[in-house]
């Protein structure tokens, strides 16, 4: 059975950087690309961004590219998201998921629980 | 705002059927397939639909998607209480290579 588990999200002031850990389990990790997408509370669905199966193809929306990096470890089936120079703007559920192609880059299929940043001062 | 444009809300009585519309362009919905999720408040997104009008096993016969130009739906039928959730459409954007949402639409089953 596919699992997919996020963790990392906590308070953290503007202009710090928090790095968030996706563990997967019951899948083929190294041959899906995975997608980071978050949620403001009570707002819809902000994709940030995908990293293909074998890292070779990076894709990310405009407001986060430049200041949020994916990567993956392939051998811990685990992927990240590093986000850089927080704003308070970022604070969201943030959530991460398994695409739905084999080897491609499409749409996520399997999301993991999500897990809250809050940027406080 | 949202690259795509789906109604706020929509609402029917249980057992009924309601339609989800889902609206793009060339380069987005035209061009590529589209996906939609369920998200109940308080829950992970849910994938319902991909490819157009693939359901993943766990998707009721009930949920039926639809593309024909820039435009895409989602039919479901024989509404259920257990249907009251966010429902968004996705796609793949051509000319940003990014994946865009719909802005969602709360289904109410009255």
């Known amino acids: 059975q596919v699992q997919v588990v996020v963790s990392g999200g906590r308070v953290v002031k503007p202009g710090r950087s928090l790095t968030l850990s996706c563990r997967t389990f019951g899948f083929s990790f190294a041959n899906y690309a995975m997608h980071w997408v978050r949620q403001v509370p009570g707002k819809g669905l902000d994709w940030l961004g995908v990293?293909?199966?074998?890292?070779?193809?990076?894709y990310y929306t405009d407001s986060v590219k430049g200041r949020f990096t994916i990567s993956r470890d392939n051998a811990l089936d685990t992927t990240y998201l590093l986000m850089n120079r927080l704003t308070f703007e970022d604070t969201a559920f943030y959530y991460c998921a398994r695409d739905v192609a084999f080897a491609e880059i499409t749409l996520p299929r399997d999301w993991g629980q999500g897990t809250l940043v809050t940027v406080s001062s | 705002q949202s690259a795509l444009t789906q109604p706020p809300s929509v609402s029917a009585a249980p057992g009924q059927r309601v339609t989800i519309s889902c609206s793009g362009s060339?380069?987005?919905?035209?061009?590529?397939?589209i996906f939609w999720y369920q998200q109940v408040p308080g829950t992970a997104p849910k994938l319902l639909v991909f490819d157009n009008n693939k359901r993943p096993s766990g998707t009721p016969e009930r949920f039926f998607g639809s593309k024909s130009g820039t435009s895409a739906t989602l039919a479901i039928s024989g509404l259920q209480t257990g249907d009251e959730a966010d429902y968004y459409c996705g796609t793949w954007n051509d000319r940003l290579r990014i994946v865009v949402f719909g802005g969602g639409t709360k289904l109410t089953v009255l």
């Open positions: 990293l293909s199966y074998d890292g070779s193809g990076e």
């Open positions: 060339d380069f987005n919905i035209e061009s590529n397939d």
